[in-house]
């Protein structure tokens, strides 16, 4: 009844959150509200600000009938004065049904994971998951293609500290998809996911996007980088040019908020479906809320 | 140095009671201290034996403590420096126990993760599951991270 990585997420849960997200996405685009979860409240506490996730989460716990209580900024939450993340998850269980995590360290969903009988789920770990982000994915994915299966999808730009691309990688390869990475030497995905990866589908470094059905790119983070030299070599602009070069039925998504990788002309592109993404995180966590309220295994 | 020969040199060193840490890799036994965090405020006697012609290893180290038996995570501890370890508990000058030192399937508590934004750096007991042992690799069971046994032997030190 937990949701923590997407490394230990099977594909019949993944199948069953997409199944399941498709039959809420009416109500979620008519903005319509449901009776599934009236008698429910749902905590969600991020110790590291964020837009889409936290008001997603909030939205789909609204059109669920729930309610949702919680903080965006640690600094509103008593581990400004030192309180343990174990504390704060054991206090916070007496007054919701369900607990939505978003921290700074690694591990911290896990760690939340066993110290209290509620779901909780994980909406990043630092560097390490983002499984939500990963479900809504995969169903814009399939939304847009119309499947999931044998697709070439290459992930760009910060592969080695973006969780949204680790959460990504271990739920395309339940899929067959072939998975083409693109970033700079000093940011590649870290050896042991491409490894584990790898035993269940083809990955391989491009320098292009030529062969790809989905483009995914993410923000490369300057706060990575010591060297700001070295940060602006690690740069790549995804721009009308480099648009033309990509296949007519391709599709360009990024799980925002972006920087300079995308310019603002692209957004004119109907291959560019990144705010059509944003809006599938709603129906995604309807289903991933229901799903774990009612006490499924993922 | 034959096999009676090196047991007729060990037999001189007997403790009363206490641990002997035998077939330690050469030029690990300062490391098995430190794990040990045998210092100069130890109160009871240690002998350090490097460089042990060992008809096995060729040559090896031992360590002899008095009045220490070790604890389990000690031993799992042991057990990613010195592999080949063998632990002989001593009591009243005789062998009571030995024992092949082991990697666990878990090390819980055994050592920090070598990530230093893992939540167990931060709270709770760190958690690595031993993935494979040759070669050697644990991955993390909060931040997921896998780690080598250069990473661990660094974390240790």
Do not use: W
């Amino acid at each position: 009844m937990n949701l923590i990585s997407m490394r230990e997420t099977s594909k019949a849960f993944i199948e069953d959150i997409l199944k399941t997200a498709k039959k809420h996405e009416k109500t979620a685009r008519e903005k319509k509200v449901l009776s599934t979860l009236d008698d429910k409240t749902l905590g969600i506490l991020f110790f590291e600000p964020s837009t889409r996730t936290r008001l997603s989460f909030q939205a789909a716990m609204r059109r669920l009938g729930g309610e949702s209580i919680g903080f965006n900024d640690a600094h509103f939450s008593s581990s400004a004065k030192g309180e343990t993340l174990s504390d704060t998850i054991r206090v916070v269980e007496g007054y919701v049904d369900a607990i939505v995590l978003r921290h700074s360290v690694e591990g911290a969903a896990a760690r939340a994971a066993e110290v209290t009988t509620l779901p909780v789920i994980n909406a990043g770990d630092g560097a390490n998951q983002h499984p939500t982000q990963a479900l809504l994915d995969l169903y814009t994915i399939q939304k847009e293609k119309g499947k999931l299966e044998g697709l070439t999808v290459v992930l760009a730009g910060d592969l080695k500290y973006g969780r949204t691309v680790h959460s990504l990688m271990y739920a395309l390869s339940h899929f067959g998809c072939t998975i083409q990475l693109h970033c700079p030497p000093s940011l590649k995905m870290p050896e042991s996911i491409v490894e584990e990866v790898r035993q269940k589908t083809t990955v391989e470094e491009v320098t292009d996007f030529t062969q790809a059905d989905v483009v995914y790119a993410t923000r490369v983070q300057r706060e990575r980088f010591a060297d700001p030299e070295e940060y602006q070599k690690s740069l790549y602009v995804i721009d009308a040019d480099v648009m033309a070069t990509l296949k007519k039925d391709a599709m360009l998504m990024h799980p925002l908020p972006r920087v300079q990788e995308i310019t603002p002309d692209v957004d004119l592109d109907p291959r560019a479906k990144y705010f059509e993404q944003t809006f599938y995180g709603v129906p995604v966590r309807m289903a991933i809320l229901e799903t774990l309220m009612e006490g499924k295994n993922p | 140095m034959t096999a009676n020969k090196e047991n007729e040199f060990l037999k001189a060193k007997k403790i009363e009671n206490g641990t002997v840490i035998d077939h330690i890799p050469k030029g690990s036994a300062l490391k098995v201290l430190s794990i040990l965090k045998i210092g100069d405020d130890f109160p009871g006697t240690v002998t350090v034996l490097m460089n042990v012609p060992s008809s096995h290893y060729g040559e090896k180290d031992i360590i002899k403590i008095e009045g220490k038996k070790l604890a389990k995570k000690e031993v799992a501890q042991i057990a990613l420096i010195a592999p080949t370890a063998s632990v002989n508990t001593i009591q009243h000058f005789s062998v009571v126990d030995k024992y092949v030192v082991q990697t666990p399937k878990k090390l819980e508590g055994v050592m920090p993760c070598p990530n230093p934004n893992c939540i167990t750096r931060r709270e709770g007991e760190s958690h690595l599951d031993v993935e494979q042992t040759n070669p050697f690799r644990v991955r993390c069971a909060y931040c997921e991270k896998v780690y080598g046994e250069d990473d661990l032997k660094a974390a240790l030190e």
